[in-house]
């Protein structure tokens, strides 16, 4: 790429790193890596278009850029005119026309300015085309698989004349195992040892699927590609894969060992539950006992108490009543003093209010003013001194004059004042406050005083027995009162002692209570243990068995993974015998290398879930090994799956397995493809994508390599020339009629192919069904109800367990105390044990059904006998195809069509024998004549082999000849002038490998040759053959070399071979009691070839009857 017109071809099958390798070298390079993107309506045009950007990139930009092109992009072979044009000349003929060509040369003037280069139109447009050549870099990626390459390359020279070719061998040994190393140096393995097998054990898988598609291909015709990326893809697949199997395991396994300790735990302490009712009855007794007693003591001395409490209460009573009235009494005396005090208040007041001048002003009158003389006279009268004025100055004189009216003793006033003051004075006019405050304030002063005791001492007259009286009640009171808390102590003690009784007895109680409860609670918890322990007793020592069975399993998983990966990435495209041939190397060499593996090995138990197993059965996956594998392929693969389906089985299948997720089925030829796709991928619904060919839609692209990007928080993914909403649910499924497609690796690197052509016994299980829904509708009813029921019973019980062990894990604390953990487990088991039950007894009924169904097993092994013979007639002529639906409708008819019988055998044996024609008969119609013998004998004979009649190594000698032959102990031929050398080698290798181990005989009422017969033990020989002498070419070639003289020579042999009907005709010595009917066309093959088709159709007219052989 650094090399001015640096262009490279890199010649590789897809995924061996072409592009990968191209993209690295342009980073490293710092040139822009840019590639067309196909989409639906891609064509010549947009072709053109692209390449008119990469131009001027590189012309006028000048900017070196990777162009990368791979042949999956040619949907015009123009392209690659177009780019041989590039490679050799730079450019295109009239890619621009006039307008953009001017643009051209304008953008160039600047260029070659500074290029040095005169400005001319011309030297710009040659400048242009030369920059184009320097830096646009072409890089072709193409496969050598076909003859595409090969006419390409004769067509366009320049494609290898212009470039550097890179050819992309496969990795060897060395790359597998650095790489495998690189990707596996942080996977959590048991020992390095361990690691470093694995490593080895990815190298020898990846070259073990390339010899074996080799042989594939040489012996079936059919292709299978294995490129790097697969190789990743299984290393990448094992390294997600281990983890999460083996989580799950772990996840199993804590589960049960938590649910066998809680069931230990429960065990243990039953024995103390019990211990502890036992220890606590006596106690609960004496408590009762006790309780008892102390309630009898409080209710006496309850009793005793309501009794003081009564006395006391009358008591209370009366003292209330007392008190009641001692408080009426001294109200009303506080309402008499309440008159006479704002009087009294009002005189202190005054007298307060009075100086020592007010006082002087009043003394120093000689002749006082007549109101002050009578007011000082009535204030001697009250302090009983004598009424003029010469005492009242005196009085006034005195220094405690003041305190001499304020202490006075206002309630012991002598009566004989009291009538002087209120005859001479009170109602005097000089004694009203209104008149002697116009005449001297002391003088109001001392009248308001001296109006004030008159009111008060009026007032105490009336108040004074009251105060006797209230006196005396009082003092009657506090003796009342005294005796009552006298009598209230003596009741607070008996209250108190009462209180005391009462204290602990409810202690008491309380304790038996607790006693109780806890008795109760243990009694509850022992119930609760028994019924746990009796409902998951089984349970616990089926979890204990599988919790060794589960830490054995998440060891074997590091080599029952590796092997599921490699199924998944490599083995769905090979048939049903090779993927057994291939696990089986897997396997031997995982013992080999020391790797931890199941001793028998199956996808189904490892990734399989059996009732999920049985709901695809039940939703028309076949019930045979390899079909059953194959939906595992389809559930696991990490790539999209694309079917081989000449017989429209998985089609079917997933219609019915994604009915209920509004399943979308279209076709590559479909106008709307596109739309519909979008739709699926919005909307996550799966698509089938049906009646595939070997080429898909460039647009898919994306789709097949999961380029989802994220956008924020959107999941997108480029769908044509827009991106699409992603959603995680979408599935993509595609099918192809096609019985032998050739996939180029381009596709095989993108897609998980699976091959899904109907087996022997997948289409020997269907037949059946269509002989006993014909025969036997009522069996076939039941046995279709009993799977729907048996696949939902077992579901239900691996969601039980499950549960079960959830709940158990779960539980924090005392588990016994968990009523309704206990209540929900023992619901669970019950209900576990009763779907149990039930399905045990669906087993024995599938038993049941399944045998009487195999009593018609004979008639559905012929049909599809017959089948694959004529599925194998396309190798004859491709005109020869028929459908599955086809024959299956044919084969219902001829059930339907043949002669009634009571007689089970007879009606089997009718429905054969007319299948069997009638077929053969439709089959016929669309056969060349040459063709219609070889037909009848392909059926004739794979029914014999299938009956056992025709063993291997007689068939293989028949088809193929002796193959290679040991010459060394071979007897000279003694007529090579009639006996040429290969007839001679069948012949030897006849007598030689053609032994086989036969049953013993069995005589007519010999019961001793019957006891031999029962007691033989030679059925499982791969050598054993019910029909066939032991020897029957014994002595062969010495017969020969003794009764044969050579042809016209009269001779037992030349007798034999000149026959018209060697079938019939005897042969010499013990040979014609050794050789059998199918071994003599063995010998006719040796010695008559010319007359082997004639004595064919005697043995197909013999076996199958006359008009198999017209």
Same mark, same amino acid.
């Given at each position: 790429?650094?090399?001015?017109?640096?262009?490279?071809?890199?010649?590789?099958?897809?995924?061996?790193?072409?592009?990968?390798?191209?993209?690295?070298?342009?980073?490293?390079?710092?040139?822009?890596?840019?590639?067309?993107?196909?989409?639906?309506?891609?064509?010549?045009?947009?072709?053109?278009?692209?390449?008119?950007?990469?131009?001027?990139?590189?012309?006028?930009?000048?900017?070196?850029?990777?162009?990368?092109?791979?042949?999956?992009?040619?949907?015009?072979?123009?392209?690659?005119?177009?780019?041989?044009?590039?490679?050799?000349?730079?450019?295109?003929?009239?890619?621009?026309?006039?307008?953009?060509?001017?643009?051209?040369?304008?953008?160039?003037?600047?260029?070659?300015?500074?290029?040095?280069?005169?400005?001319?139109?011309?030297?710009?447009?040659?400048?242009?085309?030369?920059?184009?050549?320097?830096?646009?870099?072409?890089?072709?990626?193409?496969?050598?698989?076909?003859?595409?390459?090969?006419?390409?390359?004769?067509?366009?020279?320049?494609?290898?004349?212009?470039?550097?070719?890179?050819?992309?061998?496969?990795?060897?040994?060395?790359?597998?195992?650095?790489?495998?190393?690189?990707?596996?140096?942080?996977?959590?393995?048991?020992?390095?040892?361990?690691?470093?097998?694995?490593?080895?054990?990815?190298?020898?898988?990846?070259?073990?699927?390339?010899?074996?598609?080799?042989?594939?291909?040489?012996?079936?015709?059919?292709?299978?590609?294995?490129?790097?990326?697969?190789?990743?893809?299984?290393?990448?697949?094992?390294?997600?894969?281990?983890?999460?199997?083996?989580?799950?395991?772990?996840?199993?396994?804590?589960?049960?060992?938590?649910?066998?300790?809680?069931?230990?735990?429960?065990?243990?302490?039953?024995?103390?539950?019990?211990?502890?009712?036992?220890?606590?009855?006596?106690?609960?007794?004496?408590?009762?006992?006790?309780? *008892?007693?102390? %309630?009898?003591?409080?209710? /006496? @001395?309850?009793?005793? !108490?309501?009794?003081?409490?009564?006395? =006391?209460? &009358?008591?209370?009573?009366?003292?209330?009543?007392?008190?009641?009235?001692?408080?009426?009494?001294?109200?009303?005396?506080?309402?008499?003093?309440?008159?006479?005090?704002?009087?009294?208040?009002?005189?202190?007041?005054?007298?307060?209010?009075?100086?020592?001048?007010?006082?002087?002003?009043?003394?120093?009158?000689?002749?006082?003013?007549?109101?002050?003389?009578?007011?000082?006279?009535?204030?001697?009268?009250?302090?009983?001194?004598?009424?003029?004025?010469?005492?009242?100055?005196?009085?006034?004189?005195?220094?405690?004059?003041?305190?001499?009216?304020?202490?006075?003793?206002?309630?012991?006033?002598? *009566?004989?004042? %009291?009538?002087?003051?209120? /005859? @001479?004075?009170?109602? !005097?006019?000089?004694?009203?406050?209104? =008149?002697? &405050?116009?005449?001297?304030?002391?003088?109001?002063?001392?009248?308001?005083?001296?109006?004030?005791?008159?009111?008060?001492?009026?007032?105490?007259?009336?108040?004074?027995?009251?105060?006797?009286?209230?006196?005396?009640?009082?003092?009657?009171?506090?003796?009342?009162?005294?005796?009552?808390?006298?009598?209230?102590?003596?009741?607070?003690?008996?209250?108190?002692?009462?209180?005391?009784?009462?204290?602990?007895?409810?202690?008491?109680?309380?304790?038996?209570?607790?006693?109780?409860?806890?008795?109760?609670?243990?009694?509850?918890?022992?119930?609760?243990?028994?019924?746990?322990?009796?409902?998951?007793?089984?349970?616990?020592?089926?979890?204990?068995?599988?919790?060794?069975?589960? !830490?054995?399993?998440?060891?074997?998983?590091?080599?029952?993974?590796?092997?599921?990966?490699?199924?998944?990435?490599?083995?769905?495209?090979?048939?049903?015998?090779?993927?057994?041939?291939?696990?089986?190397?897997?396997?031997?060499?995982?013992?080999?290398?020391?790797?931890?593996?199941?001793?028998?090995?199956?996808?189904?138990?490892?990734?399989?879930?059996?009732?999920?197993?049985?709901?695809?059965?039940?939703?028309?996956?076949?019930?045979?090994?390899?079909?059953?594998?194959?939906?595992?392929?389809?559930?696991?693969?990490?790539?999209?799956?694309?079917?081989?389906?000449?017989?429209?089985?998985?089609?079917?299948?997933?219609?019915?397995?994604?009915?209920?997720?509004?399943?979308?089925?279209?076709?590559?030829?479909?106008?709307?493809?596109?739309?519909?796709?979008?739709?699926?991928?919005?909307?996550?619904?799966?698509?089938?994508?049906?009646?595939?060919?070997?080429?898909?839609?460039?647009?898919?692209?994306?789709?097949?390599?999961?380029?989802?990007?994220?956008?924020?928080?959107?999941?997108?993914?480029?769908?044509?020339?827009?991106?699409?909403?992603?959603?995680?649910?979408?599935?993509?499924?595609?099918?192809?009629?096609?019985?032998?497609?050739?996939?180029?690796?381009?596709?095989?690197?993108?897609?998980?192919?699976?091959?899904?052509?109907?087996?022997?016994?997948?289409?020997?299980?269907?037949?059946?069904?269509?002989?006993?829904?014909?025969?036997?509708?009522?069996?076939?009813?039941?046995?279709?109800?009993?799977?729907?029921?048996?696949?939902?019973?077992?579901?239900?019980?691996?969601?039980?367990?499950?549960?079960?062990?959830?709940?158990?894990?779960?539980?924090?604390?005392?588990?016994?105390?968990?009523?309704?953990?206990?209540?929900?487990?023992?619901?669970?088991?019950?209900?576990?044990?009763?779907?149990?039950?039930?399905?045990?007894?669906?087993?024995?009924?599938?038993?049941?059904?399944?045998?009487?169904?195999?009593?018609?097993?004979?008639?559905?092994?012929?049909?599809?006998?017959?089948?694959?013979?004529?599925?194998?007639?396309?190798?004859?002529?491709?005109?020869?195809?028929?459908?599955?639906?086809?024959?299956?409708?044919?084969?219902?008819?001829?059930?339907?069509?043949?002669?009634?019988?009571?007689?089970?055998?007879?009606?089997?044996?009718?429905?054969?024998?007319?299948?069997?024609?009638?077929?053969?008969?439709?089959?016929?119609?669309?056969?060349?004549?040459?063709?219609?013998?070889?037909?009848?004998?392909?059926?004739?004979?794979?029914?014999?082999?299938?009956?056992?009649?025709?063993?291997?190594?007689?068939?293989?000698?028949?088809?193929?000849?002796?193959?290679?032959?040991?010459?060394?102990?071979?007897?000279?031929?003694?007529?090579?002038?009639?006996?040429?050398?290969?007839?001679?080698?069948?012949?030897?290798?006849?007598?030689?490998?053609?032994?086989?181990?036969?049953?013993?005989?069995?005589?007519?009422?010999?019961?001793?040759?019957?006891?031999?017969?029962?007691?033989?033990?030679?059925?499982?020989?791969?050598?054993?053959?019910?029909?066939?002498?032991?020897?029957?070419?014994?002595?062969?070639?010495?017969?020969?070399?003794?009764?044969?003289?050579?042809?016209?020579?009269?001779?037992?042999?030349?007798?034999?071979?000149?026959?018209?009907?060697?079938?019939?005709?005897?042969?010499?010595?013990?040979?014609?009691?050794?050789?059998?009917?199918?071994?003599?066309?063995?010998?006719?093959?040796?010695?008559?070839?010319?007359?082997?088709?004639?004595?064919?159709?005697?043995?197909?007219?013999?076996?199958?009857?006359?008009?198999?052989?017209?």
């Amino acid at each position: 790429l650094r090399q001015p017109r640096g262009n490279a071809m890199l010649i590789g099958v897809g995924g061996s790193g072409k592009q990968s390798l191209t993209k690295m070298a342009s980073f490293v390079a710092n040139m822009a890596c840019l590639s067309i993107e196909i989409n639906r309506g891609y064509g010549i045009a947009e072709f053109r278009e692209d390449i008119k950007k990469f131009m001027i990139k590189t012309g006028v930009e000048g900017k070196d850029t990777v162009f990368l092109f791979t042949d999956s992009q040619i949907v015009d072979e123009t392209m690659l005119e177009d780019l041989n044009n590039v490679l050799n000349t730079g450019e295109v003929s009239n890619l621009f026309p006039q307008d953009e060509t001017d643009k051209i040369a304008g953008d160039m003037i600047s260029v070659c300015k500074e290029a040095g280069i005169p400005e001319t139109r011309d030297n710009c447009l040659a400048h242009f085309v030369s920059r184009v050549r320097d830096k646009l870099h072409i890089v072709l990626c193409m496969s050598p698989v076909g003859d595409s390459l090969r006419i390409r390359c004769r067509q366009f020279p320049s494609l290898i004349n212009c470039t550097t070719i890179d050819w992309f061998h496969g990795w060897p040994e060395a790359a597998l195992v650095s790489v495998a190393e690189r990707f596996l140096e942080n996977l959590e393995l048991p020992s390095p040892e361990i690691r470093a097998s694995v490593v080895r054990m990815c190298g020898f898988v990846h070259r073990n699927i390339e010899e074996t598609a080799v042989r594939f291909y040489n012996e079936l015709r059919r292709r299978i590609y294995t490129t790097p990326k697969s190789y990743l893809d299984l290393i990448n697949l094992y390294i997600s894969m281990l983890k999460g199997l083996q989580d799950i395991v772990e996840v199993k396994s804590e589960r049960m060992k938590v649910g066998v300790k809680k069931l230990q735990e429960t065990n243990s302490i039953v024995d103390a539950l019990r211990g502890e009712l036992v220890k606590l009855e006596p106690i609960l007794k004496a408590k009762a006992i006790e309780t *008892e007693a102390l %309630l009898i003591d409080v209710a /006496k @001395q309850s009793g005793e !108490a309501n009794i003081v409490a009564q006395k =006391v209460g &009358q008591e209370e009573a009366i003292v209330g009543k007392q008190a009641a009235e001692t408080a009426a009494v001294a109200a009303d005396a506080q309402r008499d003093l309440d008159r006479a005090l704002p009087a009294l208040e009002s005189a202190v007041k005054a007298l307060n209010s009075l100086t020592k001048a007010d006082i002087t002003e009043v003394k120093s009158f000689t002749n006082p003013p007549n109101a002050v003389r009578v007011v000082m006279e009535a204030v001697c009268v009250l302090l009983g001194e004598k009424e003029n004025w010469e005492t009242a100055k005196k009085l006034l004189s005195r220094s405690d004059f003041m305190d001499l009216l304020q202490n006075y003793d206002k309630d012991n006033i002598a *009566e004989s004042r %009291l009538k002087k003051l209120r /005859k @001479q004075y009170i109602n !005097a006019e000089e004694m009203q406050v209104e =008149v002697i &405050q116009k005449v001297s304030k002391a003088g109001s002063g001392l009248c308001l005083w001296a109006r004030a005791m008159d009111v008060y001492a009026d007032v105490a007259k009336e108040v004074g027995p009251k105060k006797l009286r209230l006196d005396e009640m009082k003092a009657q009171l506090a003796i009342t009162t005294a005796e009552l808390k006298e009598k209230q102590a003596q009741l607070k003690i008996v209250l108190d002692r009462v209180a005391g009784l009462q204290k602990t007895c409810d202690e008491t109680l309380a304790e038996k209570n607790r006693l109780q409860a806890e008795s109760d609670t243990t009694a509850k918890r022992l119930v609760r243990a028994e019924k746990l322990t009796n409902g998951l007793n089984s349970e616990g020592e089926r979890w204990r068995s599988n919790i060794t069975s589960l !830490a054995a399993e998440k060891i074997n998983l590091i080599g029952d993974c590796f092997l599921s990966c490699a199924c998944i990435s490599y083995y769905g495209g090979f048939t049903g015998v090779y993927r057994d041939q291939l696990i089986d190397t897997w396997l031997h060499q995982a013992g080999v290398l020391h790797i931890p593996a199941s001793v028998k090995f199956s996808l189904t138990t490892t990734l399989g879930d059996p009732v999920q197993i049985r709901e695809w059965q039940n939703q028309g996956l076949p019930t045979d090994p390899v079909s059953v594998n194959n939906g595992i392929l389809v559930d696991k693969c990490r790539r999209w799956p694309l079917m081989i389906d000449p017989q429209m089985q998985a089609n079917q299948w997933l219609r019915k397995k994604e009915e209920n997720n509004s399943v979308m089925i279209t076709t590559m030829r479909d106008a709307n493809l596109l739309r519909t796709l979008e739709n699926c991928i919005r909307l996550g619904k799966p698509l089938i994508l049906e009646d595939l060919g070997e080429q898909l839609e460039p647009a898919l692209e994306p789709i097949l390599q999961k380029a989802v990007f994220k956008n924020g928080s959107r999941l997108l993914i480029r769908l044509g020339d827009s991106d699409v909403d992603y959603d995680n649910n979408f599935r993509l499924y595609m099918t192809t009629k096609m019985p032998n497609p050739h996939y180029l690796p381009e596709v095989c690197i993108k897609v998980t192919i699976i091959n899904f052509t109907v087996t022997m016994l997948g289409l020997e299980a269907q037949l059946l069904g269509l002989v006993v829904k014909a025969e036997r509708p009522d069996i076939e009813q039941k046995k279709v109800q009993l799977l729907l029921q048996m696949a939902e019973d077992k579901r239900q019980l691996q969601q039980l367990e499950a549960k079960i062990l959830q709940m158990l894990s779960e539980s924090e604390g005392n588990i016994l105390d968990d009523e309704v953990l206990i209540n929900t487990l023992s619901e669970s088991k019950l209900t576990s044990i009763a779907i149990g039950e039930r399905v045990a007894e669906a087993e024995i009924t599938e038993q049941d059904i399944n045998e009487a169904r195999g009593r018609y097993l004979s008639a559905a092994t012929r049909g599809s006998i017959i089948y694959f013979v004529i599925a194998d007639l396309g190798g004859i002529d491709p005109m020869y195809q028929y459908s599955l639906g086809y024959y299956t409708s044919l084969f219902s008819r001829c059930i339907a069509d043949s002669e009634r019988s009571s007689d089970l055998t007879m009606r089997l044996s009718n429905i054969i024998n007319y299948a069997t024609l009638i077929i053969y008969q439709n089959i016929c119609r669309g056969l060349f004549e040459k063709d219609k013998l070889l037909f009848a004998a392909s059926i004739c004979f794979q029914i014999l082999r299938n009956a056992g009649e025709i063993h291997d190594t007689e068939w293989n000698l028949f088809i193929r000849g002796p193959g290679a032959v040991e010459r060394q102990g071979m007897p000279p031929n003694p007529h090579p002038e009639s006996i040429s050398a290969p007839m001679w080698d069948i012949l030897y290798t006849a007598e030689q490998r053609v032994r086989y181990v036969v049953p013993p005989k069995v005589l007519e009422d010999d019961a001793d040759s019957a006891a031999v017969a029962e007691q033989f033990d030679g059925y499982e020989d791969p050598n054993f053959h019910r029909s066939s002498h032991e020897a029957p070419f014994e002595d062969l070639c010495d017969s020969l070399k003794r009764n044969y003289a050579g042809t016209g020579v009269p001779s037992d042999w030349d007798t034999w071979m000149g026959s018209s009907n060697l079938m019939t005709e005897p042969l010499p010595g013990v040979h014609n009691n050794t050789v059998n009917i199918f071994q003599r066309l063995i010998l006719v093959k040796a010695l008559r070839e010319d007359k082997l088709q004639q004595s064919i159709a005697a043995f197909v007219g013999k076996k199958l009857g006359p008009k198999f052989a017209e």
